[in-house]
């Protein structure tokens, strides 16, 4: 086992024979910047921001990183372009001090711009229909470096949500045989999910 994985293992309470996903048994999400952090790990991206309440963990957790914030912010579903409007600006004021680069894209269009290979990690919470998360696997994976981490968010059964269908698809057809969620206790079934690239 590589030596990511194997601190992946020591650090969430991995499991021998749990069945994949292999399940953290210590470890949310916050942990999993934390991890970030104890990594090394300092040019990252975060796919979907929303109001900036995991950036701004990132942030905290990961010390010197360079944040790449992409959202569109634009309407969709029941939010209007005004809502995404004030929600872009309340991400501005939580994440200014951070100095974050704000990508104000579609994943798709930002991915273009971001170099292969650069990124430590991505973490993926864009939409949550099965069309999208694969799509922004796929164009994501590739700008994460050899032995950086591929993560997401929601990793749970809600009707119309197509994040665990994508993940498991993606795995199972890359043959990714070590990929994990995380342990969530306040929301008990939003895990995270990553891999080590």
Same mark, same amino acid.
């Not at 952090?37 to 360079?66: Q, T």
């Not at 269908?165 to 206790?185: C, G, K, M, P, S």
């Given at each position: 086992?590589?030596?990511?994985? *194997? $601190?992946?293992?020591? =650090? +969430?309470?991995?499991?021998?024979?749990?069945?994949?996903?292999?399940? @953290?048994?210590?470890?949310?999400?916050?942990?999993?910047?934390?991890?970030?952090?104890?990594?090394?790990?300092?040019?990252?991206?975060?796919?979907?921001?929303?109001?900036?309440?995991?950036?701004?963990?990132?942030?905290?957790?990961?010390?010197?990183?360079?944040?790449?914030?992409?959202?569109?912010?634009?309407?969709?579903?029941?939010?209007?372009?005004?809502?995404?409007?004030?929600?872009?600006?309340?991400? *501005? $004021?939580?994440?200014? =001090? +951070?100095?974050?680069?704000?990508?104000?894209?579609?994943?798709?269009? @930002?991915?273009?711009?971001?170099?292969?290979?650069?990124?430590?990690?991505?973490?993926?919470?864009?939409?949550?229909?099965?069309?999208?998360?694969?799509?922004?696997?796929?164009?994501?994976?590739?700008?994460?470096?050899?032995?950086?981490?591929?993560?997401?968010?929601?990793?749970?059964?809600?009707?119309?949500?197509?994040?665990?269908?994508?993940?498991?698809?993606?795995?199972?057809?890359?043959?990714?045989?070590?990929?994990?969620?995380?342990?969530?206790?306040?929301?008990?079934?939003?895990?995270?999910?990553?891999?080590?690239?």
């Amino acid at each position: 086992m590589d030596p990511v994985n *194997r $601190a992946i293992w020591n =650090r +969430f309470h991995i499991k021998y024979n749990d069945t994949l996903p292999y399940k @953290a048994w210590q470890g949310d999400r916050i942990a999993l910047a934390q991890f970030f952090g104890e990594m090394g790990f300092r040019e990252g991206a975060e796919v979907g921001v929303e109001n900036g309440r995991y950036s701004a963990h990132l942030c905290r957790n990961i010390k010197g990183l360079h944040l790449r914030c992409i959202d569109p912010w634009t309407a969709f579903g029941r939010h209007s372009d005004a809502d995404m409007e004030r929600t872009y600006q309340n991400a *501005r $004021a939580r994440l200014l =001090r +951070f100095g974050v680069q704000f990508i104000r894209k579609p994943s798709l269009e @930002a991915a273009r711009d971001i170099p292969d290979g650069s990124l430590d990690f991505v973490y993926i919470d864009g939409l949550h229909d099965f069309d999208s998360v694969i799509q922004d696997i796929i164009a994501w994976v590739p700008k994460v470096k050899r032995g950086g981490i591929v993560s997401g968010h929601d990793y749970v059964p809600i009707y119309q949500y197509g994040v665990i269908q994508a993940v498991d698809t993606y795995t199972r057809i890359h043959n990714i045989f070590l990929w994990y969620i995380t342990h969530e206790t306040l929301t008990p079934q939003a895990h995270s999910w990553f891999w080590v690239k």
